[in-house]
């Protein structure tokens, strides 16, 4: 065979089907991205709940049995979607309007945050999981929740002691007891309960944020709503 | 440096940098978020403001350069072009001091490290260098 064809005919193949690799992989990983199995959970036990947990009265057997505390939606609803999300991290703030979208969109959906401050990239996650933890013991999880993703590119730049005084800015604004809110923030149990959130989230397979579960299922970070709206009903 | 060498080793660095970023545009163009695991600041630095610059993704030029580079090296298999070391130095410069702009972006401004996008920074740099020593220093 002609040398150079030969050369060529090689580049070419190898572009090609490489390149179809690289596709499948990603397009694998977007669209089947399979949770660990239920079953696979460890039974390491998770630390005890508190009398702060909230009970949804679903009884899809696809819903991933958690603790919940925090909840959007129709908790009758078929669809269970639970976000472990970081404060710091820009892919979870991505994902939030289309889970406020969803839930205002459709009735039959509901939303659970868990806590997975990725400590070791996101210096001020675990801090702010204590904010609206403690915001939340006030009645306020989600404004606070709110609050604080809005200005997530501005705090995450910010020197520790800013990123305290504006998280009690926050709570001022929000008419929150603020002594009440400086004490739950820093309170063990407060610790625990975002402990206990990570250690869930650990033993559901999830290794970074946001970790996403429809019905038990992960599925990946889309930017766009109509994607991960159909991400959403493939696994409804 | 010998250019079978020199071209060998581009050859392979494109490959790997054309992979590279073919995985990051197809994951930009899903919406989806290259999956580094929990240590890494992948979400932080792809979804940035950074990673497009006029709506278009900074990974499709990165993937057009390694597929051009590529294909330059099996050109150069092919026939020896002499113009292929200046060519591909005059190309690999300016990725070069774009691959520097965004690791300094990376390190300094949003403060994440991104580990496929360092990995392109590596492999535009070894280009450039490889490239600059075949067209100054090339022997058969």
């Given amino acids: 065979m002609n040398k150079s064809l030969l050369i060529w005919a090689s580049a070419i193949i190898l572009l090609v089907v490489s390149g179809y690799v690289v596709y499948s992989v990603v397009k694998s990983d977007s669209a089947n991205a399979q949770s660990p199995a239920q079953s696979e959970r460890q ?58 979208r969803i839930v205002n969109e459709r009735d039959d959906v509901y939303v659970v945050y868990k806590h997975f401050p990725l400590r070791g990239s996101h210096m001020y996650a675990l801090p702010a999981a204590q904010a609206a933890e403690a915001a939340g013991r006030q009645g306020n999880f989600w404004d606070m929740h709110n609050k604080i993703f809005a200005d997530q590119s501005q705090w995450s730049r910010e020197t520790g002691q800013q990123v305290m005084n504006r998280f009690r800015r926050y709570a001022s604004e929000l008419d929150l007891n603020s002594e009440q809110f400086e004490a739950d923030m820093l309170s063990d149990e407060v610790m625990r309960i975002v402990m206990n959130d990570q250690q869930e989230g650990g033993n559901l397979g999830v290794r970074s944020v946001p970790g996403v579960f429809v019905n038990g299922k992960t599925i990946p970070n889309y930017r766009i709503y109509n994607d991960f709206l159909n991400a959403v009903l493939e696994h409804k | 440096m010998k250019y079978k060498t020199g071209f060998i080793l581009i050859l392979i660095l494109s490959f790997a940098g054309f992979l590279d970023s073919l995985y990051l545009t197809f994951n930009h163009l899903y919406g989806a978020i290259p999956d580094c695991g929990v240590v890494d600041g992948c979400d932080t630095v792809t979804t940035s403001e950074y990673s497009e610059i006029a709506g278009i993704p900074i990974a499709i030029p990165g993937t057009l350069f390694y597929l051009f580079v590529f294909l330059m090296s099996v050109l150069w298999f092919d026939k020896q072009p002499k113009w292929i070391p200046t060519l591909l130095t005059g190309l690999a410069f300016p990725a070069f001091l774009f691959s520097a702009w965004l690791v300094y972006l990376q390190l300094f401004v949003i403060e994440a490290i991104c580990i496929f996008c360092m990995f392109s920074a590596f492999t535009s740099t070894s280009i450039f260098i490889i490239s600059a020593l075949l067209k100054f220093k090339g022997t058969q």
């Fill in chain 1, 43 to 100: 039974a390491e036990p998770t630390a005890e709940p508190s009398a702060h947990y909230t009970s949804v009265s679903s009884t899809n057997p696809e819903h991933l049995e958690i603790d919940i505390r925090w909840v959007k939606g129709n908790p009758e609803g078929d669809i269970q979607i639970v976000k472990f999300s970081d404060f710091q991290c820009p892919a979870c703030n991505i994902v939030r309007p289309h889970l406020d």
